[in-house]
């Protein structure tokens, strides 16, 4: 699993059938303290009510299509809303 941050919203008129019903967010990955890695942004299937703004826990991969339903065209889903984060310093 993967930290991120929704940044936005996808809305798609037309898309696979297994998707009918699905909400997509623009969801950015972060690092423990919240700073963006140096990835692109990419998208993600909401399985759990997020909302743009909120940090997130998110799949990628075969995984990511079981959360939906088995078979479906995803490659991240995400999984869980971060309520708070509690993490030792781990440089030192």
Do not use: H
């Amino acid at each position: 699993m993967e930290m991120g941050i929704v940044v936005g919203r996808v809305t798609a008129t037309r898309k696979d059938d297994k998707l009918v019903g699905t909400k997509l967010l623009i969801t950015q990955a972060i690092d423990l303290d919240g700073s963006p890695l140096n990835s692109q942004p990419i998208i993600t299937v909401d399985t759990v009510g997020a909302g743009v703004g909120e940090r997130v826990f998110f799949v990628k991969g075969s995984i990511a299509s079981r959360a939906v339903s088995e078979g479906s065209p995803i490659d991240a889903a995400i999984v869980g809303i971060i309520d708070s984060l509690e993490c030792d310093d781990l440089k030192g």
